[in-house]
């Protein structure tokens, strides 16, 4: 288990971007897929993003393909989500994961973090 604190997160309008990142602690990375997952209020987590964990293999939930792109840095521990052309309906807590497999995590969770987009 990687201990990862998510931060980055706020309120931003329609159209807006943010860029959140997820810092691991103790243990690399380096070898885990990894992934954020969201989740709205009243509603269930759902899949965002997922990347191999050298970074060339990238997926994406339909929701955001075309405007977030999730990266990281190895050297770092950091795992980042460029988000652009948000919509309120992006509005979610949004937490990063490892061992990403499919559309689902199976390792470390972060404690999330709040994304508001207004309209």
């Known amino acids: 288990q990687v201990p990862l604190v998510e931060s980055g997160g706020g309120l931003v309008q329609a159209g807006g971007s943010l860029r959140l990142s997820c810092a691991g602690s103790?243990?690399?990375?380096?070898?885990?897929?990894m992934g954020w997952f969201r989740q709205a209020p009243g509603k269930e987590r759902e899949f965002v993003a997922a990347i191999a964990w050298a970074g060339g293999n990238q997926y994406y939930s339909n929701s955001v393909k075309g405007r977030f792109t999730a990266s990281r840095d190895n050297a770092k521990n950091t795992l980042y989500l460029q988000m652009n052309s948000l919509k309120p309906e992006d509005t979610a807590v949004y937490y990063c994961a490892t061992q990403v497999l499919g559309y689902q995590a199976f390792g470390s969770w972060g404690q999330g973090t709040q994304v508001t987009v207004s309209s």
């Open positions: 103790g243990r690399p990375f380096g070898t885990y897929h």
